[in-house]
């Protein structure tokens, strides 16, 4: 046993000492999960973005209460809040000397070219038809131009921003007219499905997966590139006249395999619970279940694509080739739903599906897609068929 | 010049004969566009869809009409809120909404978290829409929109497909040099060459020349699989795309020249080629666009390569919009790389290793 231990350990500081390996291994999953949540972690929310907007007010007529209304609305969105609140906008506006039209079309084209989010223009008798909706119900209501690029997030964004800022304006005039009941306005409640009534944030979400991601790659690139390469350089033949076996072996290897993935936990899990606000917890006999399925399965799979591959460069490109599709079509960083058939039935026989939805459900970070033995099942008959697969065919010397 | 037409063959041979670098160069885009086309919305934009849970009938026709008149919406319902959980948690619905009669209620699931600043968004219109329509009130303002730049930009395949050959060009360009010639170093074929009459000009060139070809011929088979699986909307400027792929692939062989010249060992170069090249895919704006990036994070997307070939190869393929001596700079700035950096490659390949 202490054997085994040693071999383990061996295995895992040669791979400590590898700087690509340390790459791959740790650091990669580090900085993919805080890229990924410093993106996506804070979109949506106020002040995570600041969005480039050009305002010009082309309501010159006798009556501009509401234009100028309007206008100081963005105003007070476009600095910091007196409770603090980060602004939302950076303003751009036409110079008091400078032809709105002429603005409009540059500002237009700024636009066009990505430099701008939006461009809002209250265009001429915007008061007066605000005024006349306000005084004879039924009459046309006043309409605020917003030139947006759609498609584009930040100005899709930007159109949502000002669509509920105009909601918020409709409201309070059709209050100040007396004409809207603040008592009787829609109470609205929030509810997570599956979730045990808390709300679960974007890095709840997405650090299961990281996890496990990080134990895909492992087995996936760790395997093959390992036991290929010391088969290639004959390093394996060197082994087997000692008195170690391959099972032996093997079992020392899945240590080392083992061990990586503890150590991968060790660093995402505090960083995610202390750094990146995850509330996430492993520590429960499920979870704990999952990701120790996980690191088995996946040493398994390793192996399968090991024993699929004559020579180490090989290993690692069919490694290369398969690694982004069954990243992608498992859930781990979006959900998967609406594929053609072929891709459905990827995502069907993938392992790394079954797990992230186990360990996600186990977690509480949602309703599960999948009844739970499937999710164990599924990654079981991988193992077995990996097994058999690589006892057939994985050749632990050259020329054997 | 026979020389050379004979070290174009054997270059060509050489890369015919890698069966890891072909995959690499002509599968892995297709494998990219196949996955992050049908994942990511490669059938084009589709309407929310809301599962509807009635408890009430206490203005429950005004919140039908209200459901009814949302843009790109569409309402399903179900009789109870188990069966609305179901259908959230195998993804028939997008969100879901329960009405008690005084209580509108909206149900999301944990799962698409990415999803929910638009699901909340949508989310808010209906209520205020409803709220209004409740005490019998039309608004009296309103946001009307207006779409401006080019229609293709609106469609999210039309934007990675063109970002996805730029990434492709990218990584062939580098590895040509950090892991194609670093590997004829660190096995001596280039010191065994070295010693034969070939110039070295001539065999790069050569190198040259055979991964041009075969970069153009991966970003024609990535467009046309685009078109012909994806249909995306891509009108492509042929003069301008093929200036600009040629342009590019020598660019990226200039920065696959200067990590080469970087590093101690040639097989590291390799690496850190590798290393490089995953950090600017995410980046560069080609999954994720760099608008919604923290500011520190768009700063450091501006500082590399990847994001400005992503966008001007949007622009030849008729995307988005750019200004022409914007094109015109990034085209010479990528061209300059190549002409500083690729001759120092000349004095590395006849250099003898470092030990």
Redesign the interface.
């Given at each position: 046993m202490s054997a085994l231990c040693y071999l383990g350990f061996t295995g895992l500081l040669t791979a400590l000492r590898e700087r690509v390996t340390l790459f791959w291994t740790l650091l990669f999953p580090v900085l993919l999960f805080v890229l990924l949540s410093s993106i996506f972690g804070q979109v949506g929310e106020q002040g995570a973005l600041r969005l480039n907007v050009a305002f010009v007010n082309l309501d010159r007529g006798a009556d501009t209460g509401f234009a100028m209304a309007v206008e100081t609305l963005f105003e007070s969105l476009s600095v910091e809040g007196e409770d603090g609140r980060p602004p939302v906008f950076t303003l751009h506006r036409p110079v008091s000397d400078a032809d709105p039209r002429r603005f409009l079309e540059d500002e237009q084209r700024a636009l066009a070219y990505g430099r701008r989010a939006a461009v809002v223009v209250v265009p001429e008798g915007f008061s007066q038809e605000i005024g006349g909706a306000l005084r004879r119900p039924g009459e046309l209501a006043g309409k605020l131009h917003v030139h947006y690029s759609q498609g584009v997030p930040s100005s899709e964004l930007a159109a949502g921003v000002i669509d509920q800022m105009l909601a918020e304006l409709d409201r309070a005039l059709l209050a100040q007219a007396g004409r809207f009941d603040e008592d009787l306005a829609v109470r609205t409640a929030i509810q997570w499905a599956g979730s045990e009534g808390h709300n679960v944030g974007y890095i709840d979400f997405l650090l299961p997966g990281v996890v496990l991601m990080a134990f895909f790659t492992t087995g996936l690139f760790g395997v093959p590139g390992a036991i290929l390469y010391a088969r290639d350089q004959r390093i394996l033949r060197r082994y087997w006249v000692t008195p170690l076996s391959i099972p032996r072996y093997l079992a020392g290897f899945g240590l080392t395999i083992l061990g990586m993935c503890v150590l991968q936990l060790t660093v995402l899990w505090p960083l995610g619970r202390f750094a990146l606000g995850a509330r996430v917890s492993f520590a429960a006999a499920w979870p704990a279940a999952y990701l120790a399925l996980a690191a088995v399965t996946f040493l398994s799979f390793g192996f399968l694509v090991a024993s699929l591959a004559k020579t180490a460069n090989a290993g690692q490109a069919i490694a290369n080739i398969i690694n982004m599709p069954m990243l992608f079509l498992s859930g781990v960083f979006f959900p998967v739903a609406d594929l053609p058939s072929v891709l459905q039935a990827m995502v069907y026989a993938n392992p790394l599906t079954y797990l992230v939805d186990g360990l996600r459900t186990s977690l509480g970070v949602g309703a599960g897609q999948f009844a739970p033995w499937l999710t164990l099942a599924v990654p079981l008959g991988w193992i077995s068929v990996s097994a058999v697969v690589t006892s057939r065919r994985l050749h632990w010397d050259v020329g054997r | 010049m026979k020389a050379f037409k004979a070290l174009l063959r054997s270059e060509l041979k050489v890369l015919l004969r890698d069966?890891?670098t072909l995959?690499?160069t002509f599968?892995?885009p297709l494998?990219?566009i196949?996955?992050?086309g049908?994942?990511?919305g490669g059938?084009g934009?589709?309407d929310s869809s809301l599962g509807l849970v009635l408890t009430s009938n206490s203005d429950a026709q005004v919140l039908r009409e209200v459901l009814a008149h949302q843009p790109s919406l569409h309402t399903v319902d179900f009789p109870d809120e188990d069966a609305l959980?179901l259908a959230?948690?195998?993804?028939r619905v997008d969100f879901?909404a329960?009405w008690d009669g005084?209580?509108?209620?909206?149900?999301?699931?944990?799962?698409?978290?990415?999803d929910?600043?638009?699901l909340?968004?949508v989310?808010?219109?209906i209520?205020?829409d409803?709220?209004?329509r409740?005490?019998g009130?039309?608004?009296?303002?309103?946001?009307?929109?207006?779409?401006?730049?080019?229609e293709a930009?609106?469609?999210?395949l039309n934007?990675t497909v063109p970002a996805i050959i730029a990434f492709s060009i990218l990584s062939a360009g580098m590895f040509a040099v950090a892991g194609h010639i670093t590997a004829m170093k660190e096995r001596k074929i280039l010191d065994r060459l070295t010693v034969s009459p070939m110039h070295p000009v001539s065999f790069l060139l050569a190198v040259v020349c055979v991964r041009m070809v075969v970069v153009y011929i991966s970003t024609l088979i990535t467009l046309f699989t685009s078109l012909a699986v994806f249909n995306v909307d891509l009108v492509v400027d042929w003069p301008r795309y093929t200036l600009f792929v040629a342009v590019a692939t020598l660019g990226m062989m200039g920065l696959g020249a200067l990590i080469t010249l970087l590093v101690r060992r040639p097989s590291s170069a390799a690496?850190l080629a590798e290393?490089l090249a995953?950090?600017m895919m995410?980046?560069s704006g080609i999954f994720?666009?760099v608008?919604?990036?923290?500011g520190f994070?768009q700063t450091l997307s501006r500082a590399l390569p990847l994001t400005y070939m992503a966008e001007a190869l949007r622009y030849t393929t008729g995307v988005?919009?750019?200004?022409p001596h914007r094109f015109l700079a990034i085209t010479a700035t990528l061209a300059s790389l190549a002409v500083v950096l690729l001759p120092a490659l000349g004095r590395y390949v006849v250099r003898p290793q470092r030990r």
């Open positions: - | 069966r890891t995959l690499l599968l892995l494998v990219f196949l996955i992050f049908f994942v990511m059938e934009g589709r959980l959230l948690r195998d993804r879901g329960l005084s209580t509108l209620t909206f149900v999301y699931d944990p799962g698409r978290v990415q929910q600043p638009a909340t968004q989310a808010q219109g209520t205020a409803f709220d209004l409740r005490q009130l039309d608004h009296v303002v309103y946001a009307q929109r207006f779409h401006v730049g080019r930009a609106a469609r999210w934007m690496n290393i995953m950090g995410f980046l994720f666009p608008e919604i990036m923290p994070l988005v919009d750019m200004p």
